[in-house]
């Protein structure tokens, strides 16, 4: 359950909302107008708000959950309206999360305006929102978004007659291309400023029992808060058993969202007043209950049932017959084609292969070019810098050769594939397709008790698993999206692609004749990526089966229609997004890790480093499983980023055999081609077993710490934490020793 | 270095003694855990459970029927009717143990919170319909009086447990409607691609969010649905409803119950 969001007396006043807000997690400037945005998902709801606010969004969709919303502002003759993106819903039941936090706000929040925004190729659907929200607030105006879609779909939609029904200001858009934007505005500014007055349309027909019980208990509620204006959709509520109504009720908060400048109903009238009017509340929350159980058990239905039938009939008075439908219906075809038996799944590995060439092939120029610069022009004058400023050798050092390398080597590694993996795959995501992916993978995430939408949270961990987790946004029912996030770290994430792709052209590649080197090493990193999914639906289907069976669990997947994908905002909003957050996530960890490498390399006890004595200690466990001291030290360390495994093994190994000039310089990082790392690795000791060990190892381990902090931010749950870290290093583990035991026993 | 035939069996061996200790209903922490859960409280509640049982029945419960239903010697069952008296939650005379009017409403309490768990297993979780009720069995010892009625607020107070077993409550009941669509109407995952029919109702057995949701996506009786595209792996089916393409899974449109009906069908 969401914490509610705004409580406390005189709702009404500014200095009130102000400071409500705050505790809303919303960084307040000064505004005039409060703005609400509502309406189903896939509505095209965030089109509109960047399109009324331009590029000046702030979309902070990071922070927790139950404010995962965006907030935004424009002026507007000038009054400055701030407006909120409610999260997408498809009623205002408060069922879940979202729907509470949407509801809680039109509710509570006190907007002044809330915009409704309608798809109008689904009106009926969106009149059921509608409606309830006309039911909670008389200050509404609707979006009739997608005219476009609508026109080539053969709808037709009278706006006028929309209005005249609803009793609001209905304003048809093409967010997308701005058409509307400014009669939107200009209509928020009305109602807000009361120049337009509204009639809200008011549901007429529920069921005769409900209406019966409604009836009653609405006098009730009139009686003790007159200025309540919708006590009807009160009364519903108290039915409903809603605990937040409910409570709202008996603290009295319900009585000022009549009125913005209504004293409060009680208050400070003296002790007995008080009481008496304590009394009188309980007194109602009694009434509800004692009516509700008189209520058939089925009575949600027949009400939700009377809304439907109002929507279809409103809708089918709005509707404008003659329109001629596109000939060729381009959504069909295509869903026929990329959802076939045959063709289905080909086209699927086919997007996603061509969406990883381009991520590997497209990222290795930049990544040159930024390690280049960072690494061999900054770190050098930097260094130069020092030495002249006079800085002593162990704080250039540390601050240089440790923190400086890691962060940039992170940097270079990191920004340019992710920068151009998340746009690619952004773009599959608005223009439809990825719902379609979910929609064919969904049986075997069935199978393994989870969700079809994992099948994208899993495909977005490629890029990143920090990123991976967020994603699992998407999935509305609980239990399922817990299952996505402890399994993401299974999708084998960007900082460990080049650890698979090196060793295996060591080790993989060498065991066979050089012309098919390349192609048997590149099989390997792919057959390692896909023992990571079959890994991922295992570890789904033994939590579904153990830990995860007792939550929550609903599924809907809603197939949305095609949409031409806007390619310059979302380069935008994917880099804003998530890009940068990542990144700048991975850099606050990398920087104390390289300060931590540096330390342990250069700070020697007896003769020997830090490093060595931890590697000559670990290596017992390490020869155990396949491994050696050196690599388990590595992934010690390099739990803040995988990128800086490599590195890592690398600096070690050299400390270890004692080569001198290699390791000593650079402190932390350095490159070296692919086929003198080999020979250097085997020197150390490396036989293929250590390399293949070190592949799956790689793919099974605890995620980095990027990862891990985001996974505890989204379930909030520590113990959820602990579990999606501790798993997947436990079957590493496992899978690492038998495959070291049974490769040794064939080999002897 | 370890031999590694040798290492594997060490590996087999404690792999062999997890799954003695932890195997799921079987395992010895979980019978270790069953023994610690067998605590005062749980005896005197299934006690009043099994009088209250008989008494529904019009049989009268028995210090022999007692230490027949829990498992437990002779001896003992009189000891805890002994301590039952003490508390006057039953009255025992030559015809056998009486519930008092406090012990009656001790065993309405508890099968109220099983019913509630039971209600809660079905809706809201993955447990299978054949552990329900030894879940609740389970979880029923463990809430206060105020758990509980958080725990039926948090369901919107439900009236039916699963079985279709009225929830015992202070208010009246109604009996339980009984379902439009028993016989002749088909589901609606019998459709086939590009078939139409109306909704007649969603099952009982469907309660809870998933019902809420199917409700807001516009599933409600009357409304046309036409099924229209069939994953690569034929499970979910997407239906067009009130004009949107949603995904249902089999199991889902199983518990959704349509009529075909020519003049308002294939739209």
Known sequence: ???????????????????????????????????????????????????????????????????????????????????????????????????????????????????????????????????????????????????????RHGIGIDAARLEQELGVPVIPTVARRGQGIADLVDAIDGVASGRIQTKPYRMRRHPPEVD?????????????????????????????????????????????????????????????????????????????????????????????????????????????????RAKFDFDRTLDRLVTSRWLGFPIMLLVLTVVFWITIAGANLPSRMISAMLLETVHPALKNFASTVGLPWWLDGFLLDGVYLATAWVIAVMLPPMAI???????????????????????????????????????????????GVVSTRVIDSPRERLIAIITNNFSLCNGRWPTQILIASIFIGALVPAHVAGLVSATAVVGVAVLGMAMMLLASWLLSRTVLQGEATTFSLELPPYRPPRVLQTLYTSVIDRTLIVLWRAVLFAMPAGAVIWLAANINIGGVSIAEHLATWLNPVGLLIGLNGVVLLAYIV????????????????????????????????????????????RLAGWTALTGVNLMLFSLLHNPCSTTIYTIYKETKSANWTLVATLLPLLMGIVVCFLVAQIWRLIAA | MVDPALALIWFAIAVGTLLIFFWPGQGLAIRLLRVLRMTERVRIEDALKHAY???????????????????????????????????????????????????????????????????????????????????????????????????????????????????PTDFTVHPLPTERAVGPYEKLSSLSPGESAVVVQIAHACQGPQRRRLLDLGVVPGTVITAELQGALSDPMAYRIRSALIALRQQQADLIYVERDPSKGGN
């Open chain 1, 421 to 467: 993996f998340f746009p690619l795959f952004t773009l599959l995501e608005d223009f439809g397709y990825l719902p379609r992916v979910a929609f064919n993978l969904d049986k075997l995430f069935q199978k393994a008790g989870a969700h079809g939408k994992q099948a994208l949270t899993m495909c977005m961990g490629f890029g990143c698993n920090a990123a």
């Open chain 1, 638 to 681: 390099a739990i803040p980023a995988n990128e800086i495994v490599i590195p890592t093994v690398l600096m070690l190994t050299t400390l270890s055999l004692g080569t001198q000039g290699l390791g000593q310089g650079p402190g932390v990082m350095f490159e070296e081609t692919a086929s003198a790392t080999g020979t250097m690795l």
């Open chain 1, 212 to 324: 019966g019980a409604i009836g009653a208990l609405a006098g009730a509620i009139q009686e003790a808060y007159p200025n309540l204006p919708n006590s009807r959709w009160v009364a519903n509520r108290l039915l409903n058993a809603d605990a937040r109504v409910q409570a709202a009720v008996l603290s009295g908060d319900v009585g000022e969202l009549g009125s913005r400048q209504s004293d409060a109903a009680v208050s400070d009238t003296g002790s007995r007043a008080a009481l008496r009017e304590s009394n009188r509340r309980s007194r109602i929350i009694d009434k509800a209950q004692a009516l509700r159980w008189k209520l058939s058990p089925d009575f949600h239905d027949s009400l939700a049932e009377s809304i439907y039938a109002e929507a279809q009939r409103i809708a089918d008075r709005c509707a404008m017959q003659g329109l001629e």
């Open chain 2, 53 to 167: 049982n008989e008494e529904y029945a019009n049989r009268t419960a028995s210090i022999h029927s007692m230490a027949g239903a829990l498992e437990v010697s002779r001896a003992f069952a009189v000891r805890l009717v002994t301590r039952l008296e003490a508390r006057e939650l039953v009255h025992s005379s030559d015809e056998g143990l009486q519930l008092t009017a406090a012990g009656r409403d001790y065993a309405l309490r508890i099968l109220r919170t099983h019913r509630l768990w039971e209600r809660y297993l079905a809706d809201r979780t993955n447990v299978k319909p054949t552990d329900w009720h030894d879940e609740a069995e389970r979880r029923e010892h463990r809430l206060a009086a105020t758990e509980v009625d958080a725990l039926a607020a948090s369901m919107g107070h439900p009236v039916y447990d699963p079985h279709g077993d009225p929830i």
């Open chain 1, 1 to 151: 359950m969401a914490v509610p969001a705004v409580t406390g007396h005189c709702v009404g006043c500014e200095a009130h909302r102000e400071a409500s807000l705050v505790k809303l997690g919303i960084r307040l400037d000064r505004w005039d107008y409060l703005v609400a945005l509502a309406g189903n998902p896939n509505t095209g709801k965030s089109t509109v708000f960047n399109a009324a606010t331009g590029l000046r969004q702030h979309t902070g969709n990071w922070p927790g959950k139950t404010v995962a919303r965006a907030e935004g502002g424009y002026d507007h003759l000038g009054k400055r309206v701030k407006v909120i993106d409610l999260p997408g819903t498809y009623s205002l039941q408060a069922g879940s999360t979202d729907e509470e936090v949407a509801r809680d706000f039109i509710l509570f929040g006190q907007p002044d305006v809330t915009v409704a925004v309608v798809d109008a190729t689904r009106l009926e659907r969106n009149l059921n929102l509608v409606l309830q929200i006309l039911e909670i607030t008389d200050r509404v105006v609707i979006c009739l978004n997608l005219m476009d879609e609508a026109r």
